[in-house]
């Protein structure tokens, strides 16, 4: 397990496009993003909508009585479920 966390983190931490960051959005434009981002990027949207992160992960209510727009977390609170 550790070592296909590092070899994630290795691909993604390639040090040209850090210090040329340019270089980053010329390879995004014609390339495209990496497999490894879009993987992230997918799994990640994937657990936030489906039912089990929706209802255990974060913190998802059918139908909200209110809306307050900008409203502090307090310790421990989970994360809202809607985009």
Do not use: H
Request: overall charge positive.
């Amino acid at each position: 397990m550790d070592d296909k966390v590092a070899s994630l983190n290795a691909a993604k931490d390639i040090k040209i496009y850090t210090k040329y960051p340019i270089l980053n959005k010329v390879k995004t434009k014609l390339i495209g993003r990496s497999f490894i981002s879009l993987l992230k990027d997918m799994t990640a949207i994937g657990y936030c909508t489906s039912e089990l992160g929706a209802t255990k992960g974060l913190a998802y209510e059918a139908v909200p009585v209110k809306f307050i727009a900008c409203m502090p977390l307090i310790q421990g609170q989970k994360s809202w479920a809607t985009k």
